[in-house]
């Protein structure tokens, strides 16, 4: 009886010892599917890169009235499918807020983020950003009834702002006093603008210099506020393959003047005269 008894907790050890191994297993096999799925033979075996964008930021991502993806940064990415994997169709574009942008590069959600997405110092810890393609700063757009055109204005009023961009944390940081109404989406954001919630909006200067241009009754009273900032494309923390392939391929298309035909293929028509592109436009990630 000892015997058997004996035998059966060594075969039950065998179990739990064989259950814990199958079970590292399958976690490695989910991380390997799931985090570190972003680097480049990954992405041709599956035939598609991901790519986060916005929804609702024309003329820099949003989806038309046929539901389909435009803007300057789907312009870029539309490029990155076809010169990596042979197609400019072979992208699948994931629409993504600003305060998700991290977390979807960080989840493998996504293998890169062109969601205009802003080169700071604390972002630049959880994920590694390519070379710039686009030059950014501040800008504050109000009613021209009440038009805001110095940051002292916004004392005891409401700033509308979106969660995860740098508006949020400059006025933050900067002017603690001045109350921020925040939105998730953009477009919540500026229907809260045209329905008096706010004094003012504070956005990257070539969103709402775009917005105003389309949305009569409303002026970029402040155009540049804080330093000058980069927009760049975003990868995992970590993935040197990827991050290094994008910086390669930024850095060809300056040959061709690329960004500047994407400006004029995406922007220029909103801007017109309006917006100088070299304010805007960076050839080769090297900032002039």
Known sequence: MKQRLRVLSILVGLL??????????SNKQASSNGESA?????????????????SDKPPFGYVDENGVNQGYDVYFAK???????????AVEFVLVEAASRVEYL????????LANFTVTKDRAEVVDFALPYMKVALGVVSPDGAIITDVSQLEGNQLIVNKGTTAETYFTENYPNIELLKYDENTEAFNALKDGRGAALAHDNTLVFAWAIQNPGFTTGIESLGGLDTIAPAVQKGNTELLNWINDEIKA????NFFHSAYEATLLPVYGDSVDPESVVVEGGEVK
């Open 253 to 256: 298309l300056a040959k061709e």
């Open 38 to 54: 972003s680097g480049i033979e990954a992405i041709k075996e599956r035939g598609k890169i991901r790519i986060g964008v916005f």
């Open 16 to 25: 739990v010892i064989l259950g814990s191994l199958t079970a590292c297993s």
């Open 79 to 89: 490029r990155i499918a076809k010169d990596l994997l042979g197609d400019e169709n």
């Open 106 to 113: 960080q989840s493998g959600k996504v293998d890169i983020i």
